[in-house]
């Protein structure tokens, strides 16, 4: 027994949704979450090391000052900000395996390299052991 393939055009097949490719909708959510297209590179050339106690995270700012950056740790999660009045866009985040100690870290800025120190926060465990009666 033989089959013939149909001849079949492939317009007819295709379903355009035009009004979802260019609303912008899209490209508006992937710049707030990756940030800027424009302005900001999507990765920011970095450095991370993983001691025993601690992340040390190396990443070039150029042409940034201290008060035009803004550093915030949320859990696992850093995020590296560049203030309105900056000369130069910066925007990075960085995921971690361990939460991060917000008091314990620190930053320091010198010749336009940011280095952060992000103390590892050591789960803690909470096994209790119950009597046998």
Do not use: C, W
């Not at 900001?40 to 001691?51: H, I, Y």
Request: aromatic content about 6%; overall charge neutral; proline content about 5%.
């Amino acid at each position: 027994m033989f089959y013939s393939l149909a001849n079949r055009p492939a317009s007819r097949f295709q379903r355009h949704n035009t009004a979802l490719i260019n609303n912008g909708a899209l490209d508006r959510f992937l710049d707030d979450t990756l940030g800027s297209l424009s302005g900001a590179r999507l990765s920011q050339p970095a450095t991370v090391e993983d001691a025993d106690t601690a992340y040390s995270l190396q990443l070039d700012v150029p042409g940034v000052a201290r008060d035009q950056l803004e550093i915030d740790i949320e859990g696992d999660v850093v995020r590296i900000n560049s203030k309105a009045e900056a000369r130069r866009p910066v925007k990075a985040a960085y995921r971690f395996p361990l939460d991060i100690d917000a008091a314990a870290s620190s930053a320091k800025l010198e010749n336009g390299v940011l280095t952060l120190t992000l103390a590892k926060k050591i789960p803690v465990s909470n096994v209790t052991q119950l009597a046998i009666s």
